[in-house]
């Protein structure tokens, strides 16, 4: 069995790169974009399901618990796309610049 804590909040390091404004950005393949899409459909599906029901937000709700374990497998999928890095970033790399989001 899977444990995770009651907090929907993920702060990666990605997270904070976004809010600092310098988005990464991934080469999804086809693959892995159909499995995203996938469990996005799913995640949503039961979502939709537990609001509509009047669902409580509580760790032991297994509606709630199905939902973290689908967003945990969507954010694997995801992280495990190699990062593509943007024209300005291959620009300072070529000058010899340091990336300005590390």
Request: glycine share 6%; aromatic share 4%; proline share 4%.
């Amino acid at each position: 069995m899977v444990s995770f804590s009651a907090s929907l909040e993920v702060s990666t390091t990605e997270d904070r790169a976004t809010a600092a404004g310098c988005a990464t950005r991934r080469r999804i393949d086809p693959r892995s974009g159909r499995a995203l899409e996938i469990l996005g459909h799913a995640i949503e599906y039961l979502t939709d399901e537990h609001v509509h029901r009047g669902g409580e937000l509580s760790a032991q709700d297994a509606d709630v618990e199905a939902i973290q374990i689908l967003m945990a497998a969507n954010r694997e999928i995801y992280l495990a796309c190699p990062e593509v890095p943007s024209l300005g970033e291959r620009f300072r790399k070529w000058l010899g610049l340091v990336r300005p989001c590390n």
